[in-house]
């Protein structure tokens, strides 16, 4: 009897173009079908079943931890500054009374929230990411994923946050931006384990042929993307874990989330 293939998400920026490339050229050979959203909606379908496994905000594991587990081997993290999660203000912090935020977004706005801790308890506004129309109504925007490098010619009144290197400059500690998830009914092959494991390295391998083949991104310098890739991205979830459990226990502190589940792994 055939197995049915596994629907795997996995978001569409760049930051898993490095993975996507194997994961489109091997995956249905290893059990999985291939599936590419926004974090958000990847977060949504893996909730509603409608996905096996994917690669979902971590704010968005957390609430739901008791329903997966993750794979120990991927993550996409960052240690400092990384450039594609932007917060971007015309006002001092404690005087911002609208945020206006990334529509594809979730783990940017907790860790937005515990950043700053708003004394002046600003509105959240939901926005396509458009810097324009976004700061129309509203004294700050946040941008995340590729939308953040095709912002150029900001007027000298925007200040700009990397959110990544404030949390960096307040925690010492990486940042975990989206976790491999599995829904707890679910349950992996040793070699689609192994093959997980494998797209991290054979992706890092392919950095220019990613960028290359890249479109979406194709009025960007290309030494600026493969810095972005090589130098600012990394997908082990391993080496980042107590940057994702510290997340986790300020997203609880911060009332982010209700429960504060334990981590489990495949």
Known sequence: MVQPLLRFGIHNFLNAAPLLLPLKEEGSNMG???FTDSPASLADRLKSSDLDLAMIPSVEYFKSADTYRLVPSLCIASRGKVG????LTKKPI???RSIAVDNRSRTSVALLKILFSFSSDPTIHTFPPDLESMLV???AAL???DAAFKLSDLDSSITVYDLSEEWFRQTGKTFVHAVLAVRKDIFLTELQKKFIERIK???RGRIKEVVQGYKILSNVDT???EDYLEKKIRYDLDASEDGLVHFRN????????????SIEFI
């Open 32 to 34: 999985f079908q291939i």
């Open 137 to 139: 109504d509203h004294s």
């Open 201 to 203: 390295t054979e992706g």
């Open 143 to 145: 941008i995340i994923g």
């Open 250 to 261: 300020l997203c609880y502190q911060h009332g982010v989330i209700l429960k504060k589940y």
């Open 94 to 96: 404690n005087e911002i």
């Open 84 to 87: 594609t999660v932007l917060f």
């Open 223 to 225: 030494k600026v993307l």
